[in-house]
């Protein structure tokens, strides 16, 4: 038997080769894996060996050779296949190992230079990969060292690698080949077409990070699957504590991220089902959290509590007087961990850059289809008085607090604020009357002298009407409906102040 090894990934490499050694497989390698290889007095063949061909063009062409590729390909029951190959002095290769060049590496440095990343492009690498697959009847083809001590335990022990082993480890080939071209493929068009309105094709690799529980329901099967290429934020974070996550939790951790990353000063926001039921900023993280918790303290309970600051021990200890199942942070000072983790259910995350705002594409599954779009980076056109009643500057921030809230509630949604604290969230109702309603309903007395935020214009003055009974001295929305004069001339009559942003926010 022979093995054709060819790897950037070097881990546990001399010891899996020391044991095809010593169950008499021939190696055959190229450039720095036959030097590293040699240097362990490990018995190899170089490729030019094998070929009668030098390695040329700075190691750009030395395996694309029909010696090479013969042997990968040739369909052993074949007597026309085996005739050629003797023919022509081709010999089989029986196990190809490669993994390919550094380029998800290359392309994680600041501010790599074109030129290098193409230079990392592997064409030698993937060609064997695909033939070596193709082939998997006779050709065993790895391209993880994880499968390096399986695979010596079945030649060990049968001499050969199992058919199903075999087929399995193809499918493993095939997969990093496509995640291999579709980095490629991302990078280019990043580079390429930078201002490209909408991609004419989009390429997606996704590796599984682990299996969930289940998915929104007991019935369903799920998982939680990153992007190979880094710097998409949320995808990063780490569990530090607790069970696993579930696939709800997920869910909810992102919104939580979502809107507390819309802060500059510490801020909190308590979530349940997507949506907030509190949210706060104050001037320390302990500020936050309390006023988001008094928000809905019902609520709260078995909530997901994303925070934008390192979490500290007195924190901790408010956060820890209630069940909570998720708490996400840039990080945890050593006294929080500890305190936080005497409790077994609840999960800590935490997120490293917090702050780095995803702006790239958001996709959104249908059947048979996705629906992409740009991320809503973007809170406030412009913040234009359309009242008599004019808002104080500590009104106007009030009011871009509310409407920060409300652009991450799900449509119809308003949010009623007062005092750094999102209290009322009216979320994800058929009317936008009803929308108010509910937020009205659980702001309470809260609402008197409070603002209120919409997503989208107010068609009519009902909510103008509502927001007026309870006590509402001003409403940010974005404008643009026909009928604006209606609202604005019932915020006159109540004396309540109205801004257009001229931005709308639907979430869906």
Request: proline content about 4%; overall charge negative; aromatic content about 6%.
């Amino acid at each position: 038997m022979r093995a054709l090894i060819s790897v950037s990934d070097k881990t546990n490499l001399i010891p899996f080769a020391k044991e095809l050694v010593s169950m008499g497989i021939e190696i055959i390698s190229t450039g720095g894996t036959a030097k590293l290889l040699a240097e362990h007095q490990i018995p190899v063949k170089t490729i030019d060996e094998i070929t009668g061909f030098p390695e040329c063009l700075d190691g750009r062409v030395k395996t694309l050779h029909p010696k090479v590729h013969g042997g990968l390909l040739a369909v052993r029951s074949s007597a026309q296949h085996m005739d050629t190959c003797r023919t022509l002095g081709i010999e089989m290769i029986d196990i190809v190992v490669v993994n390919l060049y550094p380029f998800e590496a290359t392309i994680a440095k600041p501010n790599v230079a074109f030129e290098e990343a193409i230079e990392n492009i592997d064409i030698g690498g993937p060609s064997m990969l695909r033939s070596a697959a193709k082939n998997h009847a006779s050709v065993t083809v790895i391209v993880s060292p994880e499968r390096y001590t399986d695979i010596i335990a079945e030649l060990r022990t049968h001499g050969v690698v199992s058919e199903n082993t075999r087929s399995m480890l193809a499918l493993d080939a095939f997969c990093h080949t496509a995640a291999y071209d579709t980095m490629i493929a991302q990078f280019l068009k990043s580079r390429l077409t930078p201002n490209e309105a909408m991609p004419t094709e989009i390429n997606l690799s996704l590796s599984l990070v682990s299996p969930l529980r289940y998915g929104e329901n007991p019935h369903q099967k799920a998982g939680f699957y990153r992007s190979k290429r880094k710097g998409s934020s949320f995808s990063d974070f780490e569990q530090c504590h607790g069970k696993e996550l579930s696939y709800n939790n997920i869910m909810d951790m992102e919104a939580a991220w979502q809107i507390t990353q819309e802060f500059d000063i510490p801020g909190v926001a308590i979530i349940k089902h997507t949506n907030p039921c509190g949210a706060a900023v104050g001037d320390t993280l302990l500020e936050a959290y309390q006023k988001a918790y008094h928000a809905d303290p019902v609520s709260a309970f078995g909530s997901i509590v994303g925070l934008n600051r390192l979490v500290d021990l007195k924190t901790a200890e408010e956060i820890g007087k209630t069940f909570v199942e998720v708490v996400i942070a840039p990080d945890f000072d050593d006294d929080a961990l500890c305190h936080l983790q005497k409790k077994s259910a609840i999960r800590l995350i935490r997120l490293p850059h917090f702050t780095a705002r995803y702006d790239g594409l958001s996709y959104r599954h249908v059947s048979g289809g996705f629906l992409v779009q740009d991320s809503n980076t973007v809170l406030i056109n412009e913040m234009q008085v359309v009242t008599q009643t004019i808002p104080s500057p500590k009104d106007m921030n009030a009011l871009r607090f509310a409407y920060t809230l409300v652009k991450h509630v799900k449509s119809n949604a308003i949010v009623i604020t007062r005092d750094g604290i999102g209290r009322g969230f009216g979320a994800g109702q058929m009317s936008r009357i009803d929308a108010a309603e509910i937020a009205i309903k659980k702001a309470g007395e809260f609402a008197k002298g409070g603002v209120l935020a919409s997503d989208a214009f107010l068609p009519f003055g009902d909510t103008v009407a509502l927001a007026a009974a309870a006590g509402i001295h001003a409403i940010i929305q974005p404008g643009g409906s026909k009928r604006d004069q209606e609202s604005i001339d019932l915020c006159n009559t109540h004396g309540i102040a109205m801004v257009f942003t001229g931005m709308r926010h639907f979430k869906h």
